[in-house]
Nanobody, 126 residues
Framework: QLQLVESGGGLVQPGGSLRLSCATSLATLRYHAIGWFRQAPGKERAGVAC???????TYVRSVEGRFTVSRDNAKNTVYLQMNNLKPEDTAVYYCAARLASNNNWCSMDENFMISWGKGTLVTVSS
């Protein structure tokens, strides 16, 4: 399993931006599909976005056009750029990984993910 570490969370006003990072010390991250998930207070964890090993990305409708997933394989890091943040985006954000034989596969279903980070808190409030 990969050891994943999220960072970049914090307090931001509505309309603001944050960039979350999901990093590992292993160069094998490039062969993994990565999912971003979030758990809002009192709610179950849910998928937000994912990226395949080949760079294909998928988003849930509520963040499409506002969030962007990208990868920097040289830094063994995946990013979640979050723009135009809304109070309903407040949550603990997690990244998760799964080694994928299909370069175009990724998933926002947590049951498919193997390795998880411990999360980073994002609070959107004025």
């Amino acid at each position: 399993q990969l050891q994943l570490v999220e960072s970049g969370g914090g307090l931001v006003q509505p309309g603001g931006s944050l960039r979350l990072s999901c990093a590992t010390s292993l160069a094998t991250l490039r062969y993994h599909a990565i999912g971003w998930f979030r758990q809002a207070p009192g709610k179950e964890r849910a998928g937000v976005a994912c990226t395949s090993a080949g760079g294909t990305t998928t988003y849930v409708r509520s963040v499409e056009g506002r969030f962007t997933v990208s990868r920097d394989n040289a830094k063994n890091t995946v990013y979640l750029q979050m723009n135009n943040l809304k109070p309903e985006d407040t949550a603990v954000y997690y990244c998760a990984a799964r080694l994928a034989s299909n370069n175009n596969w990724c998933s926002m279903d947590e049951n498919f993910m193997i390795s998880w980070g411990k999360g980073t808190l994002v609070t959107v409030s004025s």
